[in-house]
């Protein structure tokens, strides 16, 4: 496939409009034009030791789901490492793709794959995207009433105001009298003229609603998973089955206030990666994430809630074996997708 080609199909796959406003996401090193890819090679983490593989299994794309560029390179030169591998990669023509929390959003991504290890169960996004774009224009809505007095030198002004959309009219009886609805949306910079217009007639002011337009949800889609399991079962089960859905010999648990590894474990609030921020102030019995700082922890024992830690990557690595078999459905099986031998968490217990 056409490079340009293939990355539009992955964004088709996730949008990048569904990843966090902090992130770097998309097409990071692009070779030449025209660039064929025949390989795609996925990878979690991009080290020099996993660019050393693509380059040797002839990878023309890397997917790397962390981005290996997130802060902005003043220079590319042989000195730091990730600098390196833009150098690495430039030389053997092979693109670097990330989409880091764009797949921690979708309803077939990231955090969907960590709740396998929770048993039978329900889950539901603990922060929903919403739509890139309201199904109208503008941010909000203006709507008045007027009579027949003020009604043209009103609209005639308001039409003069930029960034006006959706003006409509429509015959309206406020106490009795014949009037005109108007309604309206504008930007929120164009909403400080309207407002300013119609507060110099406190008739007209006293009569005007203004609305935001919101932009919708997205169904089962957004950051972190609230679990409710289909029956409850003890901390100690849930251990062993995040063990072994994420092929840990190890994990550290921290067991809240007044529970032990015998308490039931009826609803699982999750965050694959850093989940610190996503999970703070969320009710449930457990909390499941790769790392989260040693007073988040404290706060969470302190609430009664059970912490189950497995190291950042960890809790995202094993996606990568389901996002080849989805991947290669989604680009009609047209190019080679393979996975990294050498990525692994750079954490080891000694």
């Known amino acids: 496939m056409n490079l340009r080609e293939l990355v539009s199909a992955l964004n088709d ?18 070779p030449s034009p ?20 693509a380059v040797q299994k002839k990878a023309d794309l890397v997917l790397s789901y962390h981005p290996p560029i997130f802060t902005p390179l003043k220079r590319v030169t042989w000195k730091t490492w990730k600098e390196r591998l833009v150098v690495r990669a430039l030389e053997n023509r092979i693109g670097i793709y990330s989409p880091h929390t764009a797949y921690d959003a979708i309803p077939h991504g990231v955090n969907n794959w960590l709740t396998k290890g929770l048993g039978t169960c329900t889950s539901v996004p603990l922060h929903p995207s919403t739509a890139p774009s309201s199904p109208a224009e503008g941010t909000h809505r203006v709507e008045f009433c007027a009579d027949a007095e003020h009604l043209d030198a009103v609209l005639s002004k308001i039409k003069d105001i930029p960034e006006i959309s959706c003006l409509t009219t429509l015959p309206a009886r406020v106490e009795g009298e014949q009037q005109t609805r108007v309604s309206l949306n504008c930007s929120q910079k164009a909403l400080l003229e309207v ?13 005007t609603e203004i609305l935001l337009l919101q932009k919708p949800l997205l169904p089962h889609t957004g950051m972190g998973r609230l679990c409710t399991l289909s029956e409850p079962v003890s901390l100690s089960a849930i251990i062993e089955r995040i063990k072994g859905h994420l092929q ?8 809240g206030a007044g529970r ?13 990666g850093s989940g610190s921020s996503v999970l703070k102030g969320t009710e449930a019995d457990l909390y499941l994430t790769g790392e989260m700082s040693h007073h988040d922890v404290l706060d969470a024992v302190a609430n009664g809630i059970s912490v189950i830690l497995c190291e950042h990557s960890n809790t995202e690595r094993g996606f990568l074996s389901e996002l080849r ?5 989604h680009l009609q099986n047209k190019i080679n997708i393979v996975v990294s031998e050498k990525d692994r968490d750079p954490l080891q217990v000694a």
């Open 260 to 272: 032990t590894l015998e308490s039931p474990v009826k609803k699982a609030a999750l965050c694959a």
């Open 195 to 207: 407002v300013a217009l119609l507060s110099q007639n406190s008739l007209l002011y006293h009569k």
């Open 13 to 30: 796959f996730a949008s990048p409009s569904l990843a966090e406003s902090w992130d770097n996401v998309g097409l990071l090193v692009e």
């Open 34 to 53: 025209p660039h064929t890819v025949n390989t795609l090679f996925l990878t979690n983490d991009l080290t020099e030791e996993v660019m050393e593989e």
């Open 248 to 255: 840990l010999p190890h994990v550290r648990v921290a067991v």
């Open 325 to 329: 078999d989805s991947l290669a459905v």
